[in-house]
């Protein structure tokens, strides 16, 4: 099961209606403690399971036969996935210039953009070492936990810090 903005809102309008200080929520993959920070509101801290992950297109298994990330961006190249659902920023802020754009070289540690879910913004590092091909999902488009936000192609080997 994955928690959709609309889920956030409704369980923020359950909370609001409610004399709860706090509500602590464990998925598979997430787990979210909201507090009431008093008048001012919801403060929210999460923490993902799972760490952002990027899939390495690989050569197909049987000839005529491409497996999913390859068909998804192409053989060779490398699909950066969001760390969790939300909002995708190409920026640190509005109006700033983009952490990467087309053509420039990525490490592993590169930050190529931010996430924002419930007001907390998370970091998304290309994973591997490359050059930015395309990007898949513009600025302040919302992003699925399974959404393609980039594709890089790998040098010198590819993969984490190759």
Known sequence: MELTPDDVRDVLRVLDSSGLAELHLELADLTLTVRREGAAGWTAEQQVRRAPHVEQAAAPAVAGEAPAAVAEVGEGLVAVHPPLLGTFYRAPQPGAPPFVDVGDRVDAETVVGIVETMKMM???????????VEFRLGNGEFAEADAVLLVVEPVGGGGAGG
């Not at 998370?122 to 930015?132: F, L, M, Q, S």
Request: aromatic content about 0%.
């Open 122 to 132: 998370t970091p998304v590092h290309a994973g591997v070492r490359g050059t930015v």
